[in-house]
């Protein structure tokens, strides 16, 4: 097969974290007999998986913490070499939506090697190669299978002063909400994969989940800043639910506040919906207000490297929204979080 022809979304059942399996059916995989306390047992496990955290930590020393974390998926990308560096991107956020430095990373690759070139993969593996040179640390190694879809991703390991390190559930009432990224990428990935991607539209989902989080780790030293954590496969619903189950606090949020890429309700009626919102919505819809299926699609699209979310005082702000603009990433301030008005936290329109 030429590699000048090849489509690589072609090769996949889902598209980047529109992969992720639903919530719920994860909280069933991760539920543990008898729901032995990891934490208890180990003393030195800052964060492990019970608030789905973004990464793991463990105590290096007196001031630091070592952060660890893997992520990898399906194309959601034709173009061998930009498959390569959104699936890096988005592995790398995970640190820094910790308010971490990455400082090494090692590869995940599956390939259908009967069916692919293996100068498709060396480029992948070079996307992914060249995110991690430009954010300042190696692509040391990884490991590598025979499978029958393309699969691409990294295992990220950083660092994090532990007084530094931001959790997805330290919210506070009266908290802002801020996301730093439009939505819609599972829907123009879809799009795109079903041929109906429109011209002016080409590439600009790409340029959005290659765009790096780094940011996170400078927000992790603004005094007020009290929650973060970085937009994928479960949507914004399913993640602002994570923040708001970790903190015991209802999100009301302003839908019309929300970002989104241009031309949504035009992929909305043409179909170009991934199956993972209809998972995502049937994961939270107990816990969602009543939304119009325009809202559904948007606020249950699977993202792929999509924007952080967080959670800051008024007082902070400024400083927050200097350094969004400071590292070019257009942010809307959605929402703000509140006392509960039942024993489940829920998410509430204004």
Not at 228 to 250: I, K, N, P, R, S
Request: aromatic letters at 4%.
């Amino acid at each position: 097969m030429s590699n000048d022809i090849v489509r690589l979304t072609q090769f996949s059942h889902g598209a980047g974290c529109g992969c992720k399996i639903a919530p719920d059916i994860l909280s069933r995989i991760l539920a543990s007999a008898g729901e032995q306390d990891t934490l208890s047992q180990f003393p030195s496990l800052l964060v492990g998986h019970q608030t789905r955290d973004d990464a793991a930590a463990v105590i290096l020393n007196e001031d630091y913490a070592l952060l660890s974390t893997t992520d990898f998926f399906m194309p959601i990308v034709d173009d061998p070499y930009d498959f390569g560096r959104i699936a890096a991107t988005n592995a790398i956020s995970d640190i820094y939506a910790m308010g971490g430095t990455p400082i090494l990373a090692v590869a995940i690759l599956g390939w259908p090697v009967s069916q692919l070139n293996a100068e498709i993969a060396n480029r992948v593996v070079q996307g992914g190669r060249d995110v991690c040179q430009n954010l300042g640390f190696p692509l040391a190694g990884g490991h590598s299978i025979d499978c029958t879809e393309p699969i691409f991703g990294l295992a990220v390991s950083g660092t994090a002063l532990r007084r530094n390190i931001k959790r997805n559930d330290g919210g506070k009432v009266g908290d802002r909400l801020i996301l730093t990224k439009p939505l819609g990428i599972g829907i123009y990935a879809t799009a795109e994969k079903h041929g109906k991607l429109q011209p002016e539209h080409v590439g600009q989902a790409t340029a959005v989940m290659c765009h790096s989080n780094r940011v996170g780790a400078l927000l992790a030293q603004v005094e007020g800043v009290n929650g973060l954590t970085d937009v994928t496969g479960f949507g914004l619903a399913g993640h602002l639910l994570e923040m708001c189950d970790g903190a015991h606090l209802d999100a009301i949020i302003d839908t019309s506040s929300i970002p989104e890429l241009p031309g949504l309700d035009h992929y909305i009626a043409q179909g170009c919906v991934p199956g993972g919102t209809a998972r995502n919505f049937t994961a939270s819809r107990d816990r969602l207000p009543q939304l119009s299926q325009r809202e559904q699609s948007i606020l249950c699209d699977p993202q792929t490297s999509g924007g952080l979310l967080i959670a800051t005082t008024e007082d902070a702000l400024p400083e927050v929204k200097r350094l969004l603009v400071e590292h070019a990433l257009a942010s809307a301030v959605i929402g703000e979080l509140k006392a509960p008005n039942t024993q489940t936290p829920r998410i509430l329109l204004s």
